[in-house]
């Protein structure tokens, strides 16, 4: 399995972005994908998850700004990040957990700043 994320970059303050992540290989039909976050010198944290019926997490200071979607068909899943602040400055990466394996993709920076 190979994550790979893409739609980072650099944003003023209550700007947006959206976040892709496709995901190729031996992909179950039951899976959980999310978004992970890690800002310099802190520890990477999760942003959002959502499983394949539908259950869905955000971490407390994203919820009403972050929306996280999925297109099972194309095994994506997606981060629609508004009202950006420049404490959401990170690298974010793509997880998804199946059969209780962890696959990570390669991260993609988010800067938010004027």
Request: net charge positive.
């Amino acid at each position: 399995v190979q994550l790979q994320a893409c739609g980072g970059g650099l944003v003023q303050p209550g700007g947006s972005l959206r976040l892709s992540c496709a995901a190729s290989g031996n992909i179950f039909s039951w899976n959980l994908m999310g978004w992970f976050r890690q800002a310099p010198g802190k520890q990477r944290e999760l942003v959002a998850d959502k499983g394949s019926f539908g259950s869905t997490n955000y971490a407390d200071s994203v919820k009403g700004r972050f929306t996280i979607s999925r297109d099972d068909a194309k095994n994506m899943v997606y981060l629609q990040m508004n009202s950006l602040k420049p404490e959401d400055t990170a690298v974010y990466y793509c997880k998804l957990v199946q059969r209780s394996v962890q696959y990570w993709g390669k991260g993609t920076q988010v800067t938010v700043s004027s």
